[in-house]
């Protein structure tokens, strides 16, 4: 029942007693049976006050004192609401300093601390309130004296809190309190007072601890921390120590060592995804070169009408929409290196260009007069086959010659077997800090799938289901083969079909592919756009890249992009 107290008041008084508890004492139940105790409809917990002192020591640690101060006293206010609320339905018929008491009597009952009224003025009409409270065996007072010892400022935040949320929820307006003394600051016991907001100086000082927003910005600052210690680990990754014990793989790196103490152009080979970007890198890193700018372009990923410009640069109107000058590649790199990603890939006129600018070190802007001197190291990477390009008349001989002084093949993981623990551990390292979680290794059969497996997609795809097993692990156990494979049968190598067939190892990628298809629930012309979309991003959007990795030819590809979507 609501009472209502707009139109009653009481003239100021001396000490007020409390009435009996006896009411609220009944609104208690322990319901052990289903593991609830309730205080009315409300669910309660009875915790032990050691363990929430430990959760308070290691917020002010953690976060700092004042931000701490705060975060209990907002917890406080929330449970001095909830009571409030439980408060209007109890003693309807009781005077305004009884049906009041419920507050300080359930603050008693839940065991926070020992109330004694000293003062209560309400005055509805003013309007006015004035609670002065005695409070004894503050359990926040004797926690803070274990942990921290004897304080100069009070410490009962989260009572203060409580007392400032049921007061004002209770009265429907703004009261605070202020703990006028504090026994952790010596003396037997705190002493605290509540007014109006408008009645305090000092409200808006006051009302800044019970402001939201104090915590969330210090949150705010500190993610903001973590994200950008989180790009350093990445970018620190990302050029990071290439990982290996295999003969061909150290094979590899000496070559690269040697080339890193010259100015040779180095042409990198290798299927996608065997990480020739890393080496490119560790090459920029180890060289004389190291202090000066790394830039990678991706000729795959760029329009064939904006590759010049992008490698070369355009002055101001040289082309339509050209309204910049715009700085090309190879001048970003002046003094340091340029890698040549996906180099079969670029259009054969840049390729004259790009032979030009390897013999005679300048390169021109589109629509300029003169040239520019650069001293740029050049490397090429190409996961195509630049001979059988030559063959077929995509790529110019003269400048595979140019670019195949210096060639490095790096081995596919599948030739590497012997390193993909190391990698794999040092992945976990890498995503267990991304992420957050202690893992303790892999377990036998997930390092046995491992090295199964075929890996098409070579450490590209090692990271990916490294990545995906740290986040389904569980925290502090092993990674699993499930983990890593989700569709691997239970057991060995090989399987039964529900035909009863024995299946070689060779049919598990098709069986993988099926059963995550009818997982999804996709048709097989959704299955086929989900395929044809993926290529299409993978390749920034380039159809000649997209339709030779899907092994169709490109007016294929637009043909069937072109088709009514089946998932519309
Ligand atoms: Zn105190």
Sequence with gaps: MQRNLDNRSVNPGPKQALPSDADLRRLLRFSAADGRIWLADQRMLLMHAASLASLRSELIHGIGHEPARRLLMRVGYAAGQRDAALARQVRPDADVFAAFAVGPQLHMLE??????????????????????????????????LRDFGPQREPVCWMLLGYASGYTSRYFGRQVFYKEQTCQACGGGHCTVEGRLAEEWPDAEDLARDYAPDSMLSHIGELRSKVDVLRHELQTRDESGPL????????????LLHKAAATQVT???????????????????AMSARAAQPFVAVNCAALPGELIESELFGAERGAYTGAQ???????????????????????????QAKLLRVLQTGEIERLGATGTRRVDVRVVAATHVDLEAAVAAGRFRRDLLYRLNVYPIRIPPLRERVDDIEPLAEMLLQRFGARHDKRLAGFSDRALDAMRQHGWPGNVRELENLIERGVILATDGGAIEARDLFPSLPQGGSMTLSERGDLRQPAAQGTTALYDEMK?????????????????????????????RALGLTRAQLSYRLSRPRASC
């Design 266 to 284: 180095v042409l990198l080979t290798g299927e996608t995804g065997v990480g020739k970007e890393r080496f490119a890198r560790a090459l920029h």
């Design 243 to 254: 990982v290996g014990r295999s003969a061909a793989f150290r094979g590899a790196v000496e």
């Design 324 to 350: 910049s000058t715009r700085i090309g590649r190879f001048e970003r790199a002046d003094g340091g290196t340029l890698l040549l990603d996906e180099l079969g890939d670029l259009p054969l006129p840049a």
């Design 111 to 144: 065991g926070a601390v020992q109330v004694t009224p000293l003062r209560f003025e309400y005055d509805a009409q003013a309007p006015h309130y004035l609670g002065v409270y005695r409070w004894n065996h503050s359990w926040e007072v004797e926690t803070h």
């Design 519 to 547: 997982r999804l629930d996709l048709s097989l012309d959704q299955l086929e756009e989900a395929l044809m979309d993926e290529a299409v991003s993978r390749h920034g959007g380039n159809l000649a890249a997209s339709a």
